[in-house]
Nanobody, 117 residues
Framework: QVQLVESGGGLVQAGGSLRLSCAAS????????MGWYRQAPGKEREIVAS????????YYADSVKGRFTISRDNAKNTVYLQMNSLKPEDTAIYYC??????????WGQGTQVTVSS
């Protein structure tokens, strides 16, 4: 099993910044990647960014490219999402995910990000 605990969400004005953190514990030996997803009211959950656990490959949704940066600290089993130039449309619940061999996914409880205009 994997436990994921997110932190760092909150309320920010448009143009501001927030940094999300996700600390993982439990099963780590077969982790493939960690990432961030978000779900806005009335919308489906969508991927925001992801990072392979061994290596430097990252992925960003087009809507956040150039504004968000995903990073990780393997020694701390932690992944971060630095969000700059936030827009009202970034408002959502942000979920941390950990993907493992065999297409197993684990999710955090989510953290609310609200961007006011």
């Amino acid at each position: 099993q994997v436990q994921l605990v997110e932190s760092g969400g909150g309320l920010v004005q448009a143009g501001g910044s927030l940094r999300l953190s996700c600390a993982a514990s439990g099963r780590t030996f077969d982790r493939v990647a960690m990432g961030w997803y978000r779900q806005a009211p009335g919308k489906e959950r969508e991927i925001v960014a992801s990072s392979v656990w061994s290596g430097s490959s990252t992925y960003y949704a087009d809507s956040v490219k150039g504004r968000f940066t995903i990073s990780r600290d393997n020694a701390k089993n932690t992944v971060y999402l630095q969000m700059n130039s936030l827009k009202p449309e970034d408002t959502a619940i942000y979920y941390c995910s950990s993907s493992h061999a065999g297409a197993r996914y684990y999710w955090g409880q989510g953290t609310q990000v609200t961007v006011s205009s």
